[in-house]
């Protein structure tokens, strides 16, 4: 897999949850860069049993290179019922490939597999890619949201230091009719304007950061039926255990998390964050 996406360094395993009552799903996965295996090893199906011992018990497996995206539409053939696959260059992949256009058609390929759900994760990353290469970055963007109206898919959008620009390229050609913005980092002010737009908003790890008050005021205004929990893993493990190698199971802590910050109940938001993703992605049989 691509180094520009791996883990630095080795990270040790942020301990397993306590189960939720009811069942939920991690929307939102790098699940070879948590195991370094096959795409149909023990090694998922051991990440599988854990977070489905926490009460996670199906796994969006999300893509950002070619060659990574057809590893995850492999696990999604793989493990039926458990496991669904979104397919992109992500933003940061895509200005640095040899061939754009030769991996483009790989993604719009895998795009018409059954198990393949979403377009994702794509958008714009201004903290990552020099100006120099942000315009081959949006051909990009608008390549993959076209392809998810084309299929009619989910749209997943990755975004870093550039709100304003992923939003107004949404108005400039038009958002799919489901788009979720991936590990949301934006204030309330913009969820208010992504909750007026129909956009779906999915919270990782960050909104359990000491850092993260505007996340937070974000995560208590969005409409429940425009919310989703993932953890983006191996990436951003929730507190207490920042810095750790984050797992699907760690929906388990973020839902809580979010749970408690809406003064609602673990199960409410348990059933209400899986009906929409469903209605999302639709049915992991």
Known sequence: MSDRHSLKEPRPAAPVPEPLNRPCIDVHAHMELVTESEADSNEIRALLDEAAAAGIDRVVQVGYSAQQSAWGVKCAESFPGRVLAAVALHPNEAPVVADLEADLAIIESLAKHPRVRAIGETGLDFF????????????????????????????????????????????????PEKTIFHCYSGDAQMAKECVAAGYILSFAGTVTFKNAPELRE????????????????????????????????????????VADLRDVSADYLADCVTENALRLFGSFD
Do not use: C, M, W
């Open 128 to 175: 990552r890619t020099e100006p120099e290469l942000r315009d081959r970055q949006l051909y990009s963007f608008k390549r993959h949201i076209a392809l998810a109206k084309e299929v009619d898919k989910a749209l997943v959008i990755h975004d870093r230091n550039a709100h304003r620009a992923v939003l107004d390229t949404l108005l400039e050609v038009g958002a």
């Open 218 to 257: 974000a995560a208590k205004l969005v409409p429940i039926e425009q919310l989703l929990i993932e953890t983006d893993s191996p990436f951003l493990a929730p507190a207490p255990h920042r810095g750790t190698l984050n797992t699907p199971a760690q929906v388990a802590n973020i839902l809580r998390f």
